[in-house]
């Protein structure tokens, strides 16, 4: 039961299980138990469920039902398609394509960022340390907060084989020139000797139920989605352009049953596939409701921050020449003691975090660093993540419960 005393924005960590998701995946278990592999009618039931959330995802991303492959998760989803990217490299360059390395060596080369997800960064570290890629780390802009398109182009090489950045960045908001990045990769001549193609993937989690969506927009060859990101449960898909047609590659990680058309083996997860599917069908029906009621609060709280702590405010997403996402504000209260983990600790009522999830707590979010907030700044940052039924009443309830927060720590209490 929900505890009616907090007021939780928290939601780029994770957010609820929407109430029409949870009835369709419990009559999923409960109607559609079959395996979905089975001909008779239990099996068939539970086929026709799957079939139908894998059109509602693709609905929702403007993409083919066949361009999408259930996973258990965002992890499995970017770790396939990295590692996809690398055998590809290998089956694709049957001579050697040498990069800026060891010339000896034949690696694939992959270009990112330091803000990524642990799910593609841990993973890029895995490829680099296991000599199976080399890696471009391209640094954000401390004008925008972003990344730029020309720092992307620099970092091409020979032997690049994808490009991979976050949508929309899960501390900042600050949301990704993803489609400019795609279409200027994607528009290089590749010369003899070099890689033909360089794939384009994005994390859309923090992106989806936020934004539009958009893979045919946004020009990418990969796409990660994450339910628990937008009111869905704990599982993933990925989009991969064309896949039936011999367009974007995808290799299974994992070897079993022909399942999810051989990419992706293991008896299917019928409830959760189908919780996802309504998810998605939620935000395809009312993605200009939620986006809006977020944005509104979201400004209203900015406002209210403003007015209660005149003059001690940085603001560490909002920099010129970006967009953000509706939801997100982070922000730091200016004072030696008012460190975000001290003043959260502090707040009776609030539920929120100074970054990212998967991070630690207590140190400077290395991408505010990065995207040049002064240490000292950055310590105090709070990530105030609201969901599409935060109110202004919620924000109200906050903004007092953060001006107790602070007085209580300046006077020592």
Not at 307 to 316: C, D, I, K, V
């Amino acid at each position: 039961m929900e505890d009616l005393n907090v007021v939780y924005l928290d939601y780029n960590a994770t957010t609820p299980v929407e109430p029409e998701v949870i009835e369709s995946i419990q009559d999923a278990l409960k109607n559609a138990w079959g395996n979905p592999s089975s001909s008779h009618h239990a099996g068939r039931r539970a086929k026709i469920l799957i079939d139908k959330a894998r059109e509602d995802v693709a609905k929702m991303l403007g993409a083919r039902s066949s361009d999408i492959v259930f996973t258990s998760g965002g992890t499995e989803a970017d770790n396939m398609i990295l590692q996809t990217a690398v055998d590809y490299f290998h089956k694709m360059c049957k001579t050697p394509v040498n990069g800026s390395g060891d010339q000896n060596k034949h690696l694939p080369h992959i270009i990112s960022s330091h803000m990524e997800h642990p799910a593609v960064n841990v993973m890029l570290q895995h490829l680099e340390s296991t000599d199976q890629a080399e890696i471009s780390y391209v640094p954000l802009s401390k004008v925008t907060g972003r990344l730029e398109v020309k720092d992307v182009l620099e970092a091409v090489r020979s032997n690049t084989i994808m490009v991979t950045v976050m949508l929309a960045n899960n501390e900042t908001g600050i949301i990704q020139p993803v489609k400019a990045i795609s279409e200027a990769v994607k528009s290089l001549i590749r010369q003899p000797g070099e890689t033909e193609r360089i794939l384009v993937h994005t994390d859309a989690a923090q992106a989806i139920g936020k934004i539009p969506v958009d893979v045919d927009e946004l020009a990418v060859d990969y796409l990660t989605v994450v339910g628990h990101k937008f009111y869905g449960p704990r599982i993933g898909a990925v989009y991969a352009r064309d896949l039936e047609t011999q367009g974007a590659p995808l290799y299974p990680m994992l070897f079993g049953g022909g399942q999810e058309r051989n990419y992706r083996p293991g008896t299917e997860n019928t409830g959760m596939i189908v919780g996802l599917g309504k998810a998605c069908e939620l935000v395809y029906s009312n993605l200009e409701k939620y986006q809006q009621q977020m944005n509104e609060c979201r400004d209203y709280l900015e406002a209210k921050l403003q007015e209660t702590f005149a003059g001690r405010l940085h603001f560490n997403g909002k920099l010129p020449g970006n967009t953000r996402l509706p939801n997100t504000c982070n922000v730091s209260i200016l004072g030696d003691k008012l460190q975000g983990h001290t003043v959260l600790s502090a707040c009776k009522r609030l539920q929120a975090s100074v970054g990212a999830a998967c991070h630690a707590q207590n140190r400077p979010s290395a991408i505010l660093l990065a995207t040049g907030v002064p240490e000292n700044i950055a310590r105090n940052a709070l990530r105030l993540s609201l969901g599409r039924y935060t109110s202004k009443e919620d924000i109200d309830v906050v903004i007092e419960d953060l001006k107790q927060a602070v007085m209580s720590i300046e006077n020592n209490e």
